[in-house]
């Protein structure tokens, strides 16, 4: 490919920052449940913290030193702390995603003042599947800029600083190693994404084909009888079927790609920190509490890290649906 189309089609991948600004225009009349919703994430990451920090001083405090009397604090400490983190999840959810029914709210009642408004001649060079589908189906995937993306955001990426936090004042030389290959997860999901935002794009278009189709169909079936025209209404129901269901699986196809290959990295990345962990209690250089709350730490990270990626996936979807 010539040098100059790559470069041009790499930035048609990127998104513009105009996108992003009008993003936030959408979003300020809700921000006062999205505000709520941070206050809820921001105990939900204080909470997965604490449930690594405080592996240590279970190991340690009643399993080495064999302090059994204490032990009937475990259970109860752990009950506690997920009863709190599942509050924490449930309030924080609906708070997202209360505000992004609200979005849909608000835009289709936009879109549907703004069509009502046009011209005929305006209305009539686009097809009444295509209004249609850009109304009811892309405005609905628009939700998941809140209820989604931006949830997953909130949640996840304080959790993972906390969490990686507490590893790196566990060993930091030992938490490091779990970065060696967050590089090559970061890599895999950015593009994957990309593509994932074309496709979505596909997918939009094939729904709106289908909408069209079924449309045409119903407005016009007394035509249909009078010139029997069922057999040629139907293959193209057909075509318009195949192609959305041909559009859905590639869709799925590098959504799973995605979630292998970054769940495979992630595996071969808990592997190094088992073994050179392992070595490290062997050699007494570290006590059997600090790694179990090392390795808790990072394991219960990758759990976000593989969320964000799905979830920039997700944002590349609704970006491609709000540039429509």
Same mark, same amino acid.
């Given at each position: 490919m010539d040098p100059k189309k790559r470069k041009m089609t790499s930035r048609t991948n990127e998104i513009p920052l105009p996108l992003y600004k009008k993003i936030l225009f959408l979003i300020r009349p809700y921000m006062g449940r999205v505000f709520i919703a941070i206050v809820f994430s921001i105990l939900v990451s204080g909470i997965n913290g604490a449930i690594?920090?405080?592996?240590?001083? +279970?190991?340690d405090y009643i399993f080495v030193e064999k302090r059994y009397e204490l032990l009937w604090l475990l259970p109860l400490g752990v009950l506690i702390l997920y009863i709190l983190r599942g509050l924490g999840s449930m309030l924080q959810a609906y708070y997202m995603q *209360? +505000? $992004?029914f609200k979005l849909i709210q608000e835009m289709r009642n936009r879109c549907f003042e703004t @069509? &009502?408004?046009?011209p005929v001649s305006t209305v009539q060079r686009w097809s009444s599947g295509e209004m249609i589908s850009r109304v009811m189906a892309d405005i609905g995937l628009l939700s998941k800029i809140l209820s989604d993306s931006f949830k997953t955001f909130l949640v996840q990426v304080p959790s993972l600083l906390v969490l990686m936090g507490v590893a790196f004042y566990r060993r930091w030389d030992l938490a490091l190693l779990s970065f060696v290959l967050l590089?090559? @997860?970061?890599?895999?999901?950015?593009? #994957?994404?990309?593509? =994932?935002? =074309?496709?979505?794009?596909? &997918?939009?278009?094939? #729904? +709106?084909?289908?909408?069209?189709?079924?449309?045409?169909a119903l407005l016009g079936i007394k035509v249909i009888k009078i010139f029997t025209l069922e057999k040629t209404k139907l293959n193209q129901f057909e075509r318009a079927t195949r192609d959305h269901y041909r559009q859905n699986a590639r869709l799925v196809r590098i959504k799973e790609g995605t979630k292998f290959l *970054? $769940?495979?990295? !992630? $595996? &071969?990345?808990? !592997? =190094? @920190?088992? $073994?050179?962990? !392992?070595?490290?209690?062997?050699k007494g250089a570290m006590t059997s509490g600090d790694f179990f709350s090392i390795l808790t730490a990072i394991v219960m990270a990758f759990s976000p890290l593989q969320k964000l990626g799905r979830s920039y996936g997700t944002f590349q979807e609704s970006v491609g649906v709000l540039e429509r």
């Open positions: 690594a920090w405080l592996v240590k001083p +279970a190991m *209360t +505000a $992004g @069509i &009502v408004n046009l590089p090559a @997860i970061a890599l895999v999901t950015k593009k #994957m994404s990309q593509y =994932l935002k =074309l496709k979505r794009k596909a &997918v939009q278009h094939c #729904m +709106a084909v289908l909408t069209h189709r079924m449309n045409e *970054t $769940g495979l990295l !992630s $595996g &071969v990345a808990v !592997s =190094l @920190i088992l $073994g050179y962990g !392992s070595y490290l209690v062997v």
